[in-house]
């Protein structure tokens, strides 16, 4: 694991690129620096290969360790593909490998790398969960072509247009028009979007959030069981304190029992010759 100053500047480096890459946005100001910009993307582009140095070094004692991380592999595509014929010369393709940079802010954190982790864990939830929701939304189209086809042509004329409509309505955003239109058409109306609202807006979205925290929860195992383990000798000299640390408890114990111990009888005086007799 890379120092906390490491990972404190590596991350700066990441932020001033991406503010870089917004400026560039703006016509003004890139005719007014857009040189200094060429520049900057130089430095940023050599500092990204020093810290790709410093990372490679570091797993030189370990044969293939530098490679074992996906997140080198990543950094060594996204700083070498300017770099291949074909790539830099589409200007498309090179921008999207600037703004991937910014991804790299992921793997310094482990509070990032928990979520990114996270969402990668979820897409086979994920994929589950859409099924589920275009059945949904399938079913309830169909009942809405059925029930206000001729009624609004443009919303529920066709089931592609209701499933479209019926997503948007997902945020609940305007159903207090939607359902006092579908009412004043067909008394149906209304079971048919109270129903569309707990079955797709409420049971749903919870069904999502639950994926999505099942997923957070095991990176976040997953990160616990991977992170590094302490070092060995930090261990052996807590080992030496703990055990000096009992013996300093046993004598203590010890000497305060003899301290209150209750003091031993002493032996009666020893009786004169001749005491007692009489003459």
């Not at 001033?16 to 520049?39: D, I, S």
């Not at 479209?164 to 207090?176: A, K, V």
Request: charged share 15%; net charge neutral.
């Amino acid at each position: 694991m890379a120092a906390p100053w490491f990972n404190v500047a590596s991350f700066t480096v990441i932020l001033l690129n991406a503010a870089v890459l917004g400026l560039e946005t703006y016509r003004g100001v890139v005719g007014t620096a857009g040189a200094a910009f060429h520049v900057l993307e130089y430095a940023f582009l050599a500092c990204f290969s020093v810290e790709l140095l410093i990372r490679f070094g570091a797993h030189l004692p370990q044969s293939g360790g530098f490679f074992r991380d996906g997140w080198n592999i990543f950094d060594l595509v996204i700083i070498l593909a300017p770099l291949v014929p074909g790539v830099r010369e589409n200007v498309t393709v090179l921008r999207l490998l600037r703004l991937a940079r910014i991804v790299r802010a992921f793997r310094l954190f482990p509070s990032l790398r928990v979520i990114l982790v996270g969402i990668r864990r979820s897409l086979p939830g994920l994929a589950s969960f859409l099924l589920i929701a275009a059945l949904v939304l399938y079913g309830y189209a169909m009942l809405g072509w059925m029930v206000f086809g001729k009624a609004f042509p443009e919303q529920y004329g066709t089931v592609g247009q209701a499933m479209l409509t019926l997503f948007l309505l997902l945020s609940l955003d305007g159903i207090t028009d939607t359902l006092q239109a579908g009412r004043e058409v067909t008394a149906w109306g209304i079971p048919y979007y109270l129903s569309y609202m707990i079955a797709a807006s409420y049971l749903l979205t919870n069904l999502l959030v639950g994926v999505v925290l099942n997923a957070l929860q095991e990176a976040h195992q997953e990160e616990k069981v991977t992170a590094p383990a302490p070092d060995a000798g930090m261990e052996q000299r807590l080992a030496v304190l703990r055990a000096a640390l009992e013996d300093l408890e046993q004598e203590y114990a010890r000497s305060r029992s003899s301290v209150h111990a209750a003091p031993a009888a002493l032996p009666p005086p020893p009786v004169p010759v001749g005491a007692g007799t009489t003459r």
